[in-house]
């Protein structure tokens, strides 16, 4: 597979000029991400296009960000997803980048009920695309440098056919007189409010709300203290302390001397985190 990999502000900046010189006013888009998997925090990775003739891949590590905000936010622009949502979030949380004149495809998805709605089985569905193999690149670190060739073929599989499903759920959405229902869906995905500080998503786990309050307030606190640890070592949290061993620390099943750190943190942090995580739990009760 053929594609532009744009890796410096010249190239990237010509490849743009190129989209409004040949008059492209729709193009596929997809994201690949860092999400506390390899390292603390999330990150943009790499960013994948297609316009419908050509491919292109955006390298975010090595170009001004703001040349990618330019893309995004121009309205003159149509992006074809397939879920816009965690895309636009990790965009507008890490770089306040609003993504303008989004065609999100799974709305149309969801209004047709099918069995599943990844898109895998949807390209199956409609265009008889067979799924591709994802277990080599679902832990990928796309921070890493260079790229696998494979990895960037495998990234660019989320666009190549995003042009063609379109019609094909279109017309599914149009026999059912669901059209409008559908644009009035993607208007609500694409303009939906992103919460900057959201709740942490085991705060919403049935384990956690079932906790007694004294050790859902330690289980905060130790889960705040690990994080501050995880950012200075740039590891994701659970590389630091994992959320088992936090229920357990929480729930004085854990002593803290029986507490094992993996060999990568160095033992002047480790000491610092029993000592931290000591008077906390000396703190609670």
Known sequence: MKYHYLDNDRDLTAWLDSLKSREISRVAVDLEGEFNLHCYGEHLCLVQIFDGTEFALIDPLKVRISLIRDFFEDPGIAKIMYDCSGDRTLLFRKYGIAVKNIEDLLPAVELLDLEKMNLGFVLSHFL??????????QR??????????????????????????????????????????????????????????????????????????????????????????????????????????????????????????????????????????????????
């Open 140 to 285: 990928y670190n796309w921070l890493r440098r260079p790229i696998q060739s494979d990895a960037l073929e495998y990234a660019l599989e989320d666009v190549k056919y995003l042009f063609d499903l379109k019609p094909a759920l279109l017309k599914e959405v149009t026999a059912l007189n669901l059209l409008d229902e559908y644009e009035r869906r993607n208007e609500e995905v694409q303009n939906r409010e992103i919460q900057l500080n959201p709740i942490p998503g085991i705060f919403r786990k049935n384990r956690f709300k079932k906790l007694p309050k004294e050790e859902q307030t330690l289980f905060k606190a130790l889960f705040e203290c690990r994080d501050e640890f995880a950012e200075r070592l740039d590891l994701p949290p659970n590389s630091v302390v994992s959320n088992e061993n936090l229920f357990q620390l929480s729930g004085r099943t854990l002593r803290l001397k029986n507490l094992r750190f993996q060999p990568r943190i160095p033992r002047r942090l480790q000491d610092q985190v029993l000592e931290e995580f000591s008077a906390l739990m000396e703190e609670t009760p």
């Open 128 to 137: 008889g695309v067979e799924p591709k193999a994802k277990k080599k690149f």
